[in-house]
Every structure is written in structure tokens, then in C-alpha cells.
């Protein structure tokens, strides 16, 4: 996998999300910087609050425009194009065209007053000069591309008439008519049971593979992780904390963080009866009262003193890179 | 969607028998001819009255007279006038002023709320805003005594230009703008304020669904997202809030009317009520229920015309 090579499609630098609010300005996310390959699955990972969603709707620059604004550093270089600088034009060819999104509830991101053929033709209408006739088909080809059944006739049913999962297809297919580039997946299997979960996700496995398609996947489940995706990045209180291939983190994670996830993942068979699952003792610090140094040593099994004092930075050793003065360690 | 009609018809109409039972036994409770005849009747004279005013006969009988819409009975007050003419001659003034009224209305107050919410924690906004509590705020009384007095009065005698009556009415439609512009004009100004905060929460509430971000993802303009995505999901409130006005439309504003000396149906209700014209008060209201209970019907198919879910259930 030498995706390092390739230059990536998407390179986000020192983005940092601000929200006004009654207690004033909150960075949300602080100095996030990762870049995405062409064809590569890249998981976002991280307890709820950690800033996994705020990345992903500020690349989009979908964040209410008079709650949020973005640090003027900010980077998101697409093709060339700063999308955190872009005005609001240039933002509508990339939205839904070079980048789609898919979100986490499909029970209610499609609008339910219209036909999912009109909401598919929709984004057709924006990005391409196809004309109703050619759209409708393009709709019916997608929608048999996500594999639902009857496509014909299911493109003029209503939201509501659909299951959760047929929903979710449709998401998929509304993002992939244009053939993105890159696609941001905003936890696209949690409101879905199991098996509808799996379906999903190979669904989403064998169009990337077709379009070539960048992923983003953002997700809390480190078991979507491990089956689709080839990057991981954790995020932790609005910091990337540690960035490393899927291989390298569920074996040798660097960060405490991250060791302290992967132990949380219950296993089959992996343990005695009556013993309890570990947690990560404590909770996420409140955004507006971070700690000194880095902001997960009131919560670390190994902190020092320095961990206290100083923040680390997000240093790269290899192929990897983590945010941590005392790395775990172990076989590279 | 044909038989959601006749369903919704149907369900309504044991409402419709029952409105009208009670009514009867309400305006029953005091004796109507007793109180018309006045201190100084007989037994004889009262129950000779009762027989020829149809008031005697067994309740069932009664109920099916009104049932049957028979408004060929003569008002007690008004000599030679049946409920039927006063009906019709009321009915045109009320609309004239009530329709107009309502849809100056909502244009304007639905056209705020957009611009409101499209420029939503903005000083536009916070303007807008304040300005609809202030004219929700203000009584109607003042409304139309200011303009009275400014528009019709003040504005006649200080220019030349006699562009509104003080009160009164005419009809045909080249006296329509003397008459009634002022009435439209006020009960617009009363009702802006309040429709207007409506339908902005209505907005609001929706810019802030799941549907908003896709459609803005999927690379829509904030105006196709406006007016395209959210306004048809808005119109199901917006669509209630028309149609709970519509009956009183038809029956007219009481205040406007008396104010401005419009022989509306409000009026002429206020009037029979006061002066004990049983037959008027009992028909006028017995048209009341079936308009109201019509656009409730009227409401329900709406609803399914504009939202897919509905025509479900």
C-alpha cells in the first residue's frame, strides 16, 4: 500500500472550527490536519463530542454560517481550490459533484415531500447538462447500482414508503451520481441494524473499488473499522491524536488513547466470565474548560509530569504519526 | 385520494348532527318567545305565538327543519326580511374586506418570515422582529381609530384627496377601494405581526432539519434550499394556520364591521343577538359549524395533496 506516494486528493491543514455561544467562542476543532488518497478508506474515529462530525461538515462548510466560523489558517486544498477560503459558488461545484456526503440518519436526511427520483435527478440537475429524460434514467441506473430492488418503480415512491436501509441506498446512490471523488460518510451504518450495517458496507466497499472513490468514514465502531478501512485517524477533545494505517493501530497503537479504545471493544470469547469489560475511566473534558498539556493526561494511566505542562505535537515517525511524549512503544 | 375524501365526509357528518343538537337545546334553554313578547304577555297570547312560529312542535321535528337548511323562515326583528336575504346580503360585504384581508396577510407575513429566516441571527432579522412584536402588541381598537382618523378623516380635510370613507358601504367594485381598503389595511396590519413570528418559527424549525443539510450537500443554492426543500415542508403548518382562519373569514370581523359601519355578517349575527332574533342567531350559527366543519374537510385534503405520509393513514 504506498498510497504516499500518489498525491492525495484531499489535504486539510490546520483546520480549526470555532462556535459562538452564549459562553462564548469554542474551538471545536483545533489544528486538524490530514490528508486523503485517491481510492483509500480513511476511518475517523472517537467518543461522541470529539469533533469527528465538525471535521467533516467544515470541509463541506456546512456548519450554520452565523454559529460557526473557521480559523483564518485554515486549509482544505481540493484540486487546487482552498475550500476554506472559497466563496460560496465555488463551494456549490465541489458540494455534491467532487465531494458527496452521506449522513447518519436516512430516516430523516431525505426530504420527505418529495420523490427519492426527484431527489436524486436534483443534484444531476446542478452538476451535469443531462436533460429530464437522460437524469431519470441516470436516477434508475443508481439506484440499481446501490442494488435496490425494482428500481423503476421505486423511483417514484416517497421516503416514507422506503425501509431504513433502502433509505441509506438511496443516500449512497444521491452521493455517487456525480462520481465524486471523495465521499465523507458521517456514521452511515449507526442507525441501522446489523445485518443492514453489513449490507451497507460492502455496498459502499464495491462502489469505491468501481468509481474509485476517496471514503471518509466516520465512525465510533472500530469493528467498521477493521473491515473497510485502510487509514485510521483518532480524534480525541478536538485533536487528532494519533494517524496511522489499520494494521499498525489495532496492533501496536502509540497513544494511550487508542490503546484504551481497542481495550474497550468487547471480544468473543476473549475473557472470563464475570470479568467486566475495561472502560476509559473519566469523561471527555468540556470544550470550554480544556486541561493544561495534553488534553487527555487527566484521564491517561501513564501520565507525567511534562504530559501535564506541555502539549505534545502531532509528530510523524514513519508512516505513522501520534500526539504523545510517551509513546507506547512496541514492535513497529 | 377519493376515498380519503368520502372517508373524511363521512367521519364528519355524526360532528355535524351533533353541533346542531346542541345548539338547539342551547338557544332552547331560555325560552326564545317568551323573552321576544317582553314582560307583558299572556299564557294564551305566548303559546298561540310558539304554534305559529313552528316552536311548539316535538324537538325532533324542529331538528330536522334545521337539518334540511330551510332558511326561507322570517327574521322576528327585521320586517319581511327572510334569514336567506340577510344571508346573501351580508355575505358579500364580509368578503369583500375578510379575503383580501387574508391573503395580503399571508403573502406579506409568509414573505417576512422567509427573509427572516433567510437572514436568520442577522440584524435584518432581529429588526424584522421586533417590528412584528410591536405590531402584534398594539390593540386592534387603536388600528382602526388611528385610521380613521388619519387615513379617512385627517387625509380628506388636510389634502383634496378623498381616497377612504369613514365608514359605510357600497357595493360593486368601483366603490370597493372608498370602503374597503382601510378595513383590508388594518386587519392586515393587526394580523402581520402575529403570522409572521408563525411562520419564521415554522421556518426556522425546519432550516434546522436533517433534509436542509442534504439538499445544501448534494451543492442546491440557499434560495433552491428555501424555496424548493423547505417551503413545501412548511406549508403543512402554513396550511393549517390559512385554513383555521377561513371560517371566521366568512363570518366576518365583528369589530371592523361595527366600526366602520359594514353590514357584514358579523354585524348582523352581533345585532340578532342582541335583539333576540332567534331564527337569525339559529341559522347564522348553524351555517357557522357546517362552514367550519367544511374546511376542516377542505384542511385534511390539503394536507394530503401536499405531504405523501398522510394519504397513508
Redesign the interface.
Known amino acids: 500500500m504506498s498510497k504516499t506516494k500518489t498525491k492525495p486528493v484531499l489535504e486539510v491543514r490546520n483546520l480549526s472550527t470555532c462556535f459562538k455561544t452564549d459562553q462564548g467562542v469554542v474551538t471545536a476543532i483545533d489544528d486538524v490536519s490530514f490528508d486523503l488518497y485517491p481510492g483509500e478508506t480513511l476511518g475517523i474515529v472517537g467518543e461522541s463530542g470529539c469533533g469527528k462530525t465538525v471535521t467533516s461538515?467544515s470541509i463541506?462548510r456546512?456548519l450554520p454560517e452565523?454559529?460557526s466560523f473557521q480559523k483564518p489558517e485554515s486549509r482544505v486544498m481540493y484540486g487546487g481550490l482552498n475550500l476554506a477560503a472559497a466563496t460560496?459558488a465555488e463551494m456549490?461545484?465541489?458540494?455534491?459533484?467532487k465531494i458527496?456526503?452521506i449522513?447518519q440518519?436516512p430516516m430523516?436526511?431525505?426530504?420527505?415531500?418529495?420523490k427519492i427520483g426527484a431527489q436524486l435527478e436534483?443534484?444531476l440537475s446542478?452538476?451535469t447538462d443531462l436533460d429530464r429524460k437522460a437524469r431519470r434514467q441516470r436516477a434508475i441506473d443508481m439506484l440499481r447500482q446501490v442494488e435496490m430492488p425494482e428500481p423503476e418503480r421505486r423511483v417514484d415512491e416517497?421516503p416514507?414508503q422506503l425501509s431504513g436501509g433502502m433509505r441509506q441506498r438511496v443516500?449512497i446512490a444521491?452521493a455517487l451520481c456525480c462520481e465524486p471523488e471523495v465521499l465523507i460518510a458521517d456514521e452511515p451504518t449507526t442507525a441501522l441494524d446489523v445485518t443492514i450495517q453489513a449490507q451497507i458496507l460492502d455496498l459502499m466497499e464495491g462502489l469505491k473499488n468501481k468509481f474509485n472513490t476517496a471514503i471518509m468514514l466516520i465512525t465510533h465502531d472500530l469493528g467498521v473499522v477493521a473491515q473497510i478501512c485502510d487509514r485510521v485517524m483518532v480524534m480525541y477533545a478536538g485533536r487528532v491524536i494519533e494517524v496511522a494505517s489499520v494494521r499498525d493501530l489495532f496492533h501496536n497503537p502509540q497513544h494511550p488513547y487508542t490503546q484504551a479504545l481497542l481495550r474497550s471493544i468487547p471480544k468473543s470469547g476473549g475473557r472470563q466470565k464475570g470479568e467486566r469489560l475495561p472502560t476509559i475511566k473519566g469523561i471527555v473534558p468540556s470544550l470550554f474548560n480544556l486541561p493544561p498539556g495534553c488534553r487527555f493526561q487527566d484521564r491517561c494511566e501513564y501520565r507525567e509530569e511534562r504530559c501535564v505542562r506541555d502539549e505534545p505535537l502531532l509528530e510523524q515517525h514513519g508512516n505513522r504519526s501520534y500526539r504523545c511524549h510517551l509513546p507506547l512503544g512496541g514492535a513497529q | 385520494m377519493w376515498s380519503y375524501v368520502a372517508r373524511k365526509l363521512l367521519y364528519n357528518i355524526p360532528v355535524y348532527l351533533g353541533i346542531v343538537l346542541l345548539l338547539m337545546v342551547a338557544l332552547r334553554v331560555n325560552d326564545p318567545v317568551s323573552s321576544m313578547m317582553g314582560k307583558n304577555k299572556s299564557q294564551e297570547d305566548m303559546l298561540a305565538m310558539k304554534e305559529s312560529l313552528g316552536l311548539a312542535r316535538p324537538l325532533l321535528e324542529q331538528y330536522f327543519d334545521v337539518l334540511r337548511f330551510d332558511l326561507n323562515v322570517m327574521s322576528w326583528k327585521n320586517q319581511g326580511l327572510t334569514v336567506k336575504q340577510m344571508f346573501m346580503d351580508s355575505i358579500k360585504p364580509s368578503l369583500s374586506i375578510t379575503l383580501p384581508a387574508l391573503t395580503l396577510t399571508s403573502i406579506i407575513s409568509i414573505s417576512i418570515a422567509l427573509i427572516s429566516a433567510f437572514f436568520r441571527g442577522r440584524r435584518i432579522d432581529r429588526i424584522l422582529m421586533v417590528l412584528a412584536v410591536i405590531g402584534m402588541s398594539v390593540s386592534f381598537l387603536v388600528y382602526i381609530i388611528f385610521g380613521q382618523y388619519y387615513g379617512a378623516y385627517l387625509l380628506t380635510k388636510e389634502t383634496s384627496w378623498d381616497l377612504f370613507a369613514i365608514g359605510g358601504y357600497e357595493s360593486g367594485i368601483e366603490n370597493w377601494s372608498y370602503y374597503c381598503l382601510l378595513p383590508v389595511l388594518i386587519s392586515t396590519l393587526v394580523a402581520v405581526g402575529y403570522d409572521t413570528r408563525f411562520y419564521r418559527a415554522v421556518m426556522v424549525e425546519e432550516s434546522g432539519r436533517d433534509y436542509i443539510i442534504t439538499a445544501k450537500a448534494k451543492g442546491a443554492t440557499k434560495t433552491k434550499v428555501m424555496f424548493v426543500h423547505m417551503l413545501k415542508n412548511a406549508m403543512i403548518p402554513i396550511i393549517t394556520r390559512i385554513m383555521t382562519t377561513l371560517p371566521f373569514l366568512i363570518m366576518g370581523s365583528l369589530l371592523l364591521e361595527v366600526y366602520f359601519n359594514i353590514p357584514g355578517m358579523g354585524r348582523v349575527l352581533y345585532k340578532a343577538i342582541q335583539e333576540q332574533d332567534f331564527p337569525v342567531v339559529q341559522s347564522f350559527v348553524t351555517i357557522f359549524a357546517a362552514i367550519f366543519i367544511l374546511s376542516n374537510i377542505l384542511t385534511d385534503v390539503l394536507y394530503a395533496l401536499v405531504d405523501p405520509r398522510v394519504r397513508l393513514s
Do not use: I
Not at chain 1, 456549490?92 to 459533484?97: K, P, Y
Not at chain 1, 430523516?108 to 418529495?114: D, I, K
Open positions: 461538515k463541506m456546512l452565523h454559529l460560496e456549490r461545484t465541489v458540494r455534491g459533484d458527496a456526503m449522513f440518519e430523516t436526511s431525505l426530504n420527505p415531500v418529495f436534483e443534484a446542478y452538476h416517497y416514507h443516500m444521491m
